[in-house]
């Protein structure tokens, strides 16, 4: 599907207020500790889209009863020890999160399971999980280190591992096949990366102790249920960000928002660049959320590299594009991992801003983008990555003719409801 995006008239704005759809790494990994707890777990605000619904598919496929209705979700807990073996292959679809934590989980059940996904995921590496699971004694087996995952089920033993890579989901892999691990599970990672596995942990009831860039928990460990209001994704939130930034005269607020502070690399830079925002109001809890206030600003280049990297990792997209509009060079260095996303974020950025006249330089690690250049319209692709898709619906705001993205249903990944938010923020 194609989707053309107008550019805005100068007589038009962003107002208003937004709440943006739930947090889906948050999302995630409450579903999948609701069903390994002992009694019912009520989520709230879950995150919409494609994503989690994969999450809720391989858990029902693994005999968990959910019942959802909006961004409800009531889920019925089979304890530890209560899964039950698929009828078939577990399909996490697109969703990196679900097949990775997952593979945590199966490691170490009394069944063999397969797990998949789409040709995207089937792409993207393994051998980061396979690695510290087969170490403590799990059986996994796959093609080259890639999708399908063949998982025997078995005894996990406790396990020291020091990861080279700072990665929230080998982590989260890692810290969930530690829960039916006789012993201590010690991660260690080199830059700090989300930590809503940690978090939500022990919201669960289970000791986790950090110290530094060390998480250690004893297993095994019961999961007792609770219940949780999942705050907005500030992910999302971020393309609604760069439009209000952008977009002369934009002023907006964005309520409810997620602001766990392994998540607001992205506020940092914004700041940075001279971007005006503003947490107006926040809430300390679980995960810690609040309100941001948006304004349009006059941005300039700035250097992203090092422990940034993991703390604003998703957001380098849409950063792309605020650095085109900006005054002077960006450079992002130290992310390689955007290659191996759902696709490759440093070509895709690179050749679609190439597409309508933004000379942008890929990096083995990263991009060059020297602003501010006219955004001059023309055709992009999603290149089958939501992200992508929706960083460059931001460009054709700001562009100076129509932007047409092929590919623009995979947005429902990850938030479906994109356009109709933008249009609710815009006035004349
Ligand atoms: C995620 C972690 C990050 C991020 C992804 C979601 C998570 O991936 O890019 O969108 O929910 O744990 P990596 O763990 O591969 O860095």
New binding site residues.
């Given amino acids: 599907m194609k989707q053309t995006i107008f550019p805005i008239p100068k007589t038009m704005r962003l107002q208003g207020a937004l709440r943006v759809p739930g947090d889906?790494?948050i999302s995630?990994r409450a579903l999948i500790l609701a069903a390994l707890a002992r009694d019912q777990t009520l989520i709230r605000g879950l995150a919409p889209g494609r994503d989690v619904d994969s999450t809720i598919r391989c858990l029902s496929g693994l005999g968990v009863h959910l019942f959802r209705r909006d961004d409800t979700c009531l889920v019925r807990g089979q304890g530890l020890y209560g899964l039950k073996r698929p009828s078939g292959e577990l399909d996490a679809g697109n969703s990196?999160?679900t097949l990775r934590l997952l593979a945590g989980v199966l490691a170490a059940q009394p069944f063999d399971s397969v797990l998949t996904g789409d040709a995207s995921l089937r792409r993207r590496p393994m051998k980061r999980i396979l690695d510290p699971l087969n170490r403590r004694g799990a059986r996994i087996f796959c093609q080259d280190g890639y999708p399908p995952l063949r998982v025997s089920g078995s005894a996990l033993g406790p396990l020291k591992y020091g990861s080279t890579l700072?990665?929230?989901?080998?982590k989260?892999c890692v810290l969930l096949s530690g829960l039916y691990a006789a012993g201590e599970t010690v991660y260690t990672e080199p830059r700090a990366?989300?930590d809503?596995t940690e978090r939500l942990l022990t919201r669960f009831g289970v000791p986790v102790k950090t110290r530094g860039r060390c998480v250690c928990l004893t297993g095994p460990a019961e999961l007792n249920a609770c219940r949780l209001t999942i705050p907005g994704d500030i992910?999302s939130a971020a393309f609604f960000m760069a439009a209000a930034l952008l977009l002369p005269n934009s002023d907006i607020y964005l309520t409810d928002v997620g602001l766990n502070p392994t998540r607001l690399g992205w506020v940092d830079v914004v700041r940075k660049m001279g971007g005006r925002v503003d947490i107006v109001h926040e809430d300390d809890g679980w995960e810690p959320r609040g309100t941001l206030r948006v304004r349009a600003s006059r941005l300039r280049g700035v250097t992203v590299e090092g422990d940034l990297i993991?703390r604003l990792?998703?957001e380098l997209p849409i950063l792309a594009v605020l650095a085109s509009q900006a005054h002077g060079e960006t450079v992002v260095r130290d992310a390689a991992?955007l290659r191996v996303?759902e696709t490759d974020r440093i070509e895709a950025v690179v050749e679609n801003l190439g597409k309508l006249g933004v000379p942008a330089k890929s990096l083995p690690d990263g991009f060059r983008i020297t602003g501010p250049a006219s955004l001059r319209g023309g055709e992009c692709d999603s290149f089958g990555d939501h992200r992508t898709a929706m960083a460059m619906a931001v460009a054709g705001l700001k562009a100076e003719s129509p932007v047409a993205i092929n590919g623009w249903e995979v947005v429902g990944v990850s938030c479906p409801a994109f356009l109709d938010n933008l249009r609710s923020l815009i006035v004349e």
């Fill in positions: 889906k790494s995630h990196g999160t700072a990665s929230a989901q080998v989260s990366s989300r809503h992910s993991p990792i998703d991992e996303k």
